[in-house]
């Protein structure tokens, strides 16, 4: 479960299925929902990850979404498709195996390698599944690096 803003370009685009949504205690909107994400890092008391997004499903042809930024996700046994009208990705397609054959990962998944997202462990998780351990290795990895290296940083 997560919970993020409801402001700007983003809406629901971060959260599959919203399940809630309305204004918090400060009254700003918000949308709370299931969202999935792949570990990249872990450290002592938080992971460092990136979003698994179908941006409303629309994958990278939803407007103000930087297809060079991402890559697709797909679920073991599938294959990986293109949405009709959609630009090119900066980055290759990830396998996902999953755990549970009642999960599935939508044709229109899409991994933001530039959008890192702090995960506490004490937050409530659930595992679904493993990336491939070859794409993690050869894909997963070098788009996170080179993407944090494009960052515009403050000296």
């Known amino acids: 479960m997560w919970s993020e803003p409801r402001a700007g370009s983003t809406t629901s685009d971060s959260v599959s299925n919203p399940i809630r949504h309305g204004l918090d205690a400060s009254g700003q909107p918000f949308y709370q929902?299931?969202?999935?994400?792949?570990?990249?890092?872990?450290?002592?008391?938080?992971?460092?990850?990136?979003?698994?997004?179908t941006y409303e499903r629309q994958g990278c042809n939803k407007r103000g979404v930087k297809p060079h930024k991402h890559g697709i996700a797909y679920q073991a046994g599938k294959t990986p498709r293109m949405l009709p009208g959609e630009?090119?990705?900066?980055?290759?397609?990830?396998?996902?195996c999953l755990r549970d054959p009642s999960e599935i990962i939508s044709k229109e998944s899409r991994i933001n390698y530039a959008k890192l997202t702090t995960v506490e462990h004490n937050f409530?998780?659930?595992?679904?599944?493993?990336?491939?351990?070859?794409?993690?290795?050869?894909i997963v990895k070098p788009a996170v690096d080179s993407c944090w290296a494009r960052k515009r940083r403050h000296d």
Not at 33 to 53: K, Q
Not at 88 to 93: E, H, N, R, T, V
Not at 124 to 138: E, H, L, M, S, Y
């Open 33 to 53: 929902g299931l969202r999935r994400f792949i570990v990249v890092a872990n450290d002592e008391r938080h992971s460092t990850c990136v979003p698994i997004l």
């Open 87 to 96: 630009p090119k990705l900066g980055f290759d397609p990830v396998r996902v």
């Open 124 to 138: 409530t998780v659930n595992f679904i599944g493993t990336v491939d351990t070859d794409d993690f290795r050869d």
